[in-house]
């Protein structure tokens, strides 16, 4: 069975400042997907980025990066100049390559002030 | 339409009744999930549909969950005889077809309150 684990329940961040989310899965496959998705109070779920395992290169979308560590199974999400409609929960999710259904870490409850 | 849309938007009933959900796929999407989110908690997957195979009912709690999709259109989910611990968010997406490759897209739920 595949896990996604987000160790951060909340966090905050200045505005135009940079902030983190931590991800870290357990998998046996190693051939998956990852992505980082973003529901706002709309509770519309958004992909923001997500990285295929079988890349080196780290995934960028704009002010939003990731830090795949494949060894470690890390998959970390930066957000560059925080802005505050970032304001945010953020879910870290994984899909093998044989699977269809995505599995989903508890969410990070991101605030960006003023 | 334009995105998956999902109907209600928020649901209140009374323990012991049954609920029906209503998700609407975006047109040409294959693939149909449905998820649970609890308050605070991520989401649980509770069914799939692709086309017109079986569903892969692997994730529903119990058997007073039910869920139903006529081909490639509208599924329905529905919660018989309603307990306090069904009440959610009820998330569907859909995707043009299955798997890690494509993305799905989401609707913004039904909030459901078991009283």
């Known amino acids: 069975a595949q896990t996604v684990t987000q160790s951060q329940p909340e966090m905050s961040v200045q505005e135009a400042e940079t902030v983190t989310l931590s991800c870290t899965y357990d998998t046996s496959e190693s051939n998956y997907y990852l992505f980082w998705y973003k529901q706002p109070p709309s509770r519309q779920m958004i992909l923001v980025i997500r990285q295929e395992a079988y890349k080196q290169q780290n995934a960028t979308e704009n002010r939003f990066s990731v830090n795949f560590q494949k060894a470690a199974k890390s998959f970390s999400l930066k957000i560059s100049d925080s802005q505050l409609g970032d304001t945010a929960m953020y879910f870290c999710a994984f899909i093998s390559n044989s699977g269809y259904a995505l599995n989903f870490g508890k969410g990070t409850s991101l605030l960006v002030t003023p | 339409g334009a995105g998956v849309s999902q109907s209600p938007s928020n649901k209140v009933t009374e323990k012991g009744k049954d609920v029906e959900l209503r998700c609407d796929p975006i047109?040409?999407?294959?693939?149909l999930y449905w998820y649970r989110q609890r308050l605070g908690q991520g989401l649980e997957f509770l069914i799939y549909?692709?086309?017109?195979?079986?569903?892969?009912k692997s994730g529903l709690p119990s058997d007073r969950f039910s869920a139903e999709r006529t081909g490639e259109s509208v599924s329905t989910l529905t919660i018989q005889r309603t307990q306090q611990e069904d009440s959610a968010v009820y998330l569907c997406a859909s995707s043009f077809e299955q798997g890690s490759t494509t993305e799905a897209f989401f609707g913004q739920g039904t909030r459901l309150t078991v009283v």
């Open positions: 047109s040409g999407h294959t693939a």
């Open positions: 549909f692709q086309g017109n195979s079986a569903p892969d």
